[in-house]
Nanobody, 114 residues
Framework: QVQLVESGGGLAQPGGSLRLSCVASGSMFGFYTMGWYRQAPGKQRELVATITSPGNTNYADSVKGRFTISRDNAKKTVYLQMNSLKPEDTAVYYC????????WGQGTQVTVSS
């Protein structure tokens, strides 16, 4: 069992930055592919970015060049650095741990508005 706790969401202005963190419990963190997903009101949950255990990354086209996913296996933490934020980035952001079973955090709200 893995528990994921996200933090770092909030209100940002267009063009601003936020950094999300997700801390995992359990001893198998280093083996999981970690990811960030988001869900805007009235829309389906979508992939934002993933990072494998060795550190290979994958991004949605909509965030390439603006968002950076990283992980610290010693701290059992995955990060999402979000720069050049746009109003369309507004959503609840969820942390995901994907192994034989997928685990989800409770989500953190990100609102981009002037």
């Amino acid at each position: 069992q893995v528990q994921l706790v996200e933090s770092g969401g909030g209100l940002a202005q267009p063009g601003g930055s936020l950094r999300l963190s997700c801390v995992a419990s359990g001893s198998m963190f280093g083996f999981y592919t970690m990811g960030w997903y988001r869900q805007a009101p009235g829309k389906q949950r979508e992939l934002v970015a993933t990072i494998t255990s060795p550190g290979n990354t994958n991004y949605a086209d909509s965030v390439k060049g603006r968002f950076t996913i990283s992980r610290d296996n010693a701290k059992k933490t995955v990060y999402l650095q979000m720069n050049s934020l746009k109003p369309e980035d507004t959503a609840v952001y969820y942390c995901n741990a994907n192994g034989l079973v997928a685990f989800w955090g409770q989500g953190t709200q990100v609102t981009v508005s002037s």
